[in-house]
């Protein structure tokens, strides 16, 4: 084996390798996941001011869309990988960065527009809808700190 | 030959498959078979040999779009082509690393 073939074997696995990693992240994030699982943050979120049972029944069925729609997503995707730990931080800190977003909209709804805490719009409603609104925005940022992670885990190159 | 050199894993096409599945834990045969550019029969012979050295897992699932087969790179497999790639990383050092300068005595000519 000389070592310009050898350096041919290597680029040919590092591209082969990319590309399966870049499906990985192209998958987690296609448009149509990205915006359910925005409306299930929305519908979360945006019945914590709903009286009982329903802020209950609007929060599990918030939950119950933005977790289906991972589910769904690992179920259909063809490159499927294990969750590691570095995944599920991320994936924590991000929920933690949306509440603290839906937090800062329901306090500038409350000081800035005067929305009541009740009825249509409500305080959660227009922090709900920032967060959603941040959670797509936020897309391309989640999409390449997903690639580090990726990156960091699997394939000896 | 480098320790760790694996000749069956060093053939093209077996080489490709392996560095497909490297990142992922299951991947999908229509995946590896477009991202290594071959064809259903060619794919499914080195997917089989691979199979039958240990080096790969072969799933079949069945869901509403029909029926799915996925290939996984096993414990065994994954080990082979980590040793095979370091194995191929020496041989470039190598290639790069300088000449070793001759020794000089000290009357005056190397040795």
């Known amino acids: 084996m000389n070592p310009h073939d050898a350096q041919a074997s290597l680029d040919a696995v590092r591209r082969l390798q990319d590309r399966t990693r870049d499906e990985i992240v192209r998958q987690?994030?296609?448009?149509?996941?990205?915006?359910?699982?925005?409306?299930?943050?929305?519908?979360?979120?945006?019945?914590t001011d709903l009286e009982r049972p329903w802020n209950f029944v609007g929060g599990a069925l918030g939950a119950a869309l933005y977790g289906g729609i991972g589910i769904l997503r690992e179920h259909r995707?063809?490159?499927?990988?294990?969750?590691?730990?570095?995944?599920?931080?991320f994936h924590l800190g991000l929920l933690a960065f949306f509440v603290v977003i839906y937090s800062i909209g329901r306090i500038a709804a409350w000081a800035l527009l005067a929305v009541p805490a009740e009825g249509l719009p409500s305080q959660a409603m227009v922090g709900a809808a920032l967060a959603a609104v941040a959670y797509v925005a936020a897309t391309p940022l989640n999409r390449r700190a997903l690639k580090a992670i990726v990156r960091q885990d699997g394939g000896p190159i | 030959m480098e320790p760790g050199f694996?000749?069956?894993?060093?053939?093209?096409?077996?080489?490709?498959?392996?560095?497909?599945l490297a990142p992922a834990d299951w991947v999908e045969f229509g995946f590896i078979r477009d991202s290594v550019e071959t064809s259903?029969?060619?794919?499914?012979?080195?997917?089989?040999?691979?199979?039958?050295?240990?080096y790969v897992a072969v799933r079949k699932d069945q869901d509403k779009r029909g029926r799915r087969t996925f290939v996984q790179l096993t414990p065994q497999g994954r080990q082979a082509f980590q040793r095979h790639a370091a194995a191929l990383q020496r041989i470039v050092a190598l290639a790069h690393r300088p000449p070793e300068q001759p020794v000089r005595e000290p009357g005056g000519g190397a040795r």
């Open chain 1, 77 to 89: 995707a063809c490159t499927r990988r294990k969750f590691i730990p570095q995944e599920l931080l």
């Open chain 2, 40 to 54: 259903d029969s060619a794919l499914s012979k080195q997917v089989s040999a691979l199979a039958a050295a240990g």
């Open chain 2, 6 to 20: 694996d000749e069956f894993l060093h053939v093209p096409a077996r080489l490709a498959i392996v560095a497909v």
């Open chain 1, 28 to 47: 987690s994030f296609s448009p149509p996941f990205v915006i359910l699982a925005a409306l299930g943050l929305f519908v979360a979120f945006a019945s």
